[in-house]
């Protein structure tokens, strides 16, 4: 360098530094003590200039954890140790975070070192080391009479909140030593040291501070209390842990109106069920804000085990309805979960049959969701009525005409009991929904009944034909007229045939389809006075 024609002493733009003191730097960081001594005897060369980041050399050889670099530099009176980076990261404060305890060491051996100078954010060095699990650190660090052992950083979290957070039982157990530590202390969000273990699932440091009678297992955050949250996680050591606490009931409905028990259905965690239905004075039945017990909420998710697991009780009531009127069993076929509704018959006192708010039965709803294998099942009851009908009057055929269910309707007609042309409060037939939905294949399978009137109008004089035609569904409306008991002039109370819809609607292939029958009158008129070529002319 010295030979170089090169300027040594020209700052480099990209660093801010020249060269020669980037390279201060750099071997400081390396941990090159005698490239170090070297560079440091130059003239013009400052061994505390920063970078862009604002990191002196003595920062960065505290960072990587050099202590004979850092022992050269501090040899120097030009050199500030406490100087920050752009962050508010002191030489100390990196040492601590990244546990070099001999660096910590000689650093606090200088008397205009702060041992508590906090970073941007409010973290000392002794809360930095404890969230890493420096236990090390922390000792040296709490030797110092001038170290706050419960200053807050980051959201108001303490060293042993960070400690416990992370799980760093050595930590937590070297802080709780001290007189002057609050163990309960919470951060910002209310969260304790103790919540945060608990929902981390930190078993150690959970049974360490549930150890102090100065800790509150029972302390309510603004989201709810522990056990709750232990148990969402599926923490079932954390669980067992607190409800050996005699101050814990798990029967109290806290986070979001569900107890414990109703968190463990929701959530299908077993294990932590288990451990619940233990506790000696657990209510199995005590349903959610929404009525729903535990093994309804268990039975609406499909949790098979889970089931079964809470059907081991005596005490447990299959037939407890949600505030909708739904049971476990119509939540069950709901869903379509036939595991959970033929684990739910096989109970000896359940109800198949019971009725919702709406009316409804576990077959209706099975019926309408489309859900073969639930309604194979109940259909093979003796005590479950098929054509039972909703407070809509609607049966669990028409349910599945409406909605498509060509399975289902098959399933459905193959029972002598069920009536294929049982209509609802206003008229509607099981083919009226099929026809006005467009749904062939149900319309085919319906047409096959012997029994089945295709052309019976609803309480608006509207037939299959009509809606169909209405809708433009030209599959459907050809599958009706080739019947030979179809009208399609039937009008309804408006006066208005099938072509009167399709025309009005625009349906030109429908329109065509309604033309070429030879017994169409095209030139009929509503009771407005109008045809249905009128009416096409009129909506362009």
């Avoid at 030009?78 to 001999?102: I, R």
């Avoid at 576990?362 to 009851?381: K, Q, Y």
Wanted: charged content about 25%; some cysteine; overall charge negative.
């Amino acid at each position: 360098m010295k030979q170089s024609d090169a300027n040594i002493y020209i700052a480099d733009t990209m660093r801010g530094m020249t060269p020669l003191s980037w390279a201060v730097g750099w071997a400081a960081c390396n941990g090159y003590e005698e490239v170090v001594k070297i560079l440091l005897e130059q003239n013009d060369v400052s061994p505390d200039i920063a970078d862009k980041d604002g990191r002196t050399p003595l920062c960065r050889a505290a960072v990587s954890g050099h202590e004979g670099v850092v022992r050269i530099l501090l040899e120097r009176s030009d050199v500030n140790p406490a100087k920050a980076d752009n962050w508010g990261n002191t030489p100390l404060l990196q040492a601590a975070c990244k546990g070099h305890e001999g660096v910590v060491r000689i650093l606090l051996e200088r008397s205009d070192v702060n041992p508590a100078k906090a970073d941007n954010w409010g973290n000392t060095p002794l809360w930095q080391a404890a969230s890493k699990g420096h236990e090390g650190v922390v000792r040296i660090l709490l030797e110092r009479s001038d170290i706050n052992p419960d200053t807050v950083g980051f959201d108001g979290q303490t060293p042993l909140w960070q400690a416990a957070c992370k799980g760093h039982e050595g930590v937590v157990s070297i802080l709780l030593e001290r007189n002057d530590v609050s163990p309960d202390m919470a951060d910002m969000g209310g969260h304790t040291p103790l919540w945060q273990a608990a929902w981390n699932g930190h078993n150690g440091v959970v049974s360490i501070l549930l150890e102090r009678n100065d800790v509150n297992p029972n302390r309510l955050d603004k989201y709810g209390k522990i056990l709750p949250w232990a148990v969402l996680n599926g923490r079932e050591s954390v669980v067992r842990m607190l409800l050996e606490r005699t101050n814990i009931n798990p029967n109290t409905a806290e986070l979001y109106g569900l107890t414990a028990l109703c968190w463990a259905a929701r959530q299908g965690e077993e294990a932590v069920a288990r451990t619940l239905l233990g506790w000696k004075g657990i209510n199995p039945n005590k349903p959610d804000k929404h009525g729903q017990t535990p093994v309804s909420l268990a039975a609406q998710n499909g949790n098979e085990s889970l089931v079964r697991i809470l059907l081991e009780r005596d005490d447990v009531n299959p037939n407890t309805a949600c505030k909708y009127g739904q049971t476990p069993l119509a939540l069950a076929a709901q869903h379509g979960h036939e595991g959970v509704v033929g684990i739910l018959l096989g109970r000896r006192g359940v109800k198949p049959d019971t009725v919702d708010e709406n009316g409804q039965t576990p077959l209706s709803s099975a019926a309408e969701n489309g859900h073969d294998g639930v309604l194979r099942i109940l259909l093979g009851r003796r005590d479950v009525d098929p054509d039972i009908v909703d407070k809509c009057g609607q049966t669990p055929l028409l349910l599945a005409a409406w909605k498509g269910h060509q399975g289902v309707v098959r399933m459905l007609l193959g029972k002598d009991d069920v009536d294929p042309n049982a209509a609802e409060q206003s008229g509607e037939t099981p083919l009226s929904g099929a026809a006005q939905n467009g749904h062939e294949g149900v319309v085919r399978i319906l047409l096959e009944r012997n029994d089945l009137n295709p052309d019976k109008p609803d309480n608006y004089g509207q037939t299959p034909v009509s809606l169909a035609a209405r809708n433009g569904h030209e599959g459907v409306v050809r599958m009706l007229l080739g019947r030979v008991d179809v009208d399609p002039n039937a009008a309804d109370e408006d006066g208005e045939t099938p072509l009167f819809g399709a025309a009005e609607n625009g349906h030109e292939g429908v329109v065509s389809i309604l033309l070429e029958q030879n017994d169409l009158n095209p030139d009929i008129v509503n009771e407005c006075g109008e045809t249905p070529l009128s009416l096409a002319a009129w909506n362009g």
